[in-house]
Structure formats: C-alpha cells, structure tokens
C-alpha cells in the first residue's frame, strides 16, 4: 500500500488526520532533526495500521511531503 502524507513536525500533539483513501495529515512533537519526526511517525502509521514498524518505508524523508509504502 503506497500513502502520501503531510508532515507537520514541532506541533503540540501526534495525531493522524485522514483526508482521502490515500493522503494524510501527521502532526508529531519531535522537531525534524536526525530523523526524529520520521522515526515517531513510522511508529504511528505502523499502530493506524496495525503493521511493524520496520514494515514501514518512507520514500522521501527530508520532505513534508512524503510518499510511504507499507508492506
């Protein structure tokens, strides 16, 4: 399953924002540096999805907007 997403590092809560069947909205505390945000929002797609989070691969990580596939 191929999902593209908005990231909105630095916000006050993590939340999932559905918008269609294949975009979302993912707000994360972590601050977008070493990977930070990345890491905290593989690990909640990996439980919206009920998946690993190694399952979880992100095609362009230094993007807002980002295209994720998940196995």
């Known amino acids: 399953m191929i999902i593209r997403i908005k990231a909105k ?4 809560e993590d939340k999932i924002e559905k918008i269609s ?3 979302y909205v993912i707000s994360v505390k972590e601050r ?3 990977g930070k945000a990345n ?3 593989a690990k909640l797609l ?3 999805f009920n998946v ?3 399952k979880i ?3 362009n990580p230094s ?3 980002k295209i994720i596939e998940i196995d």
């Open 32 to 34: 977008a540096e070493k």
């Open 52 to 54: 690993e989070t190694k």
């Open 39 to 41: 890491c905290k929002i």
């Open 46 to 48: 990996a439980k919206e």
């Open 57 to 59: 691969k992100i095609k």
């Open 63 to 65: 993007s807002r907007n």
């Open 21 to 23: 069947e294949e975009d």
């Open 9 to 12: 590092p630095n916000s006050r």
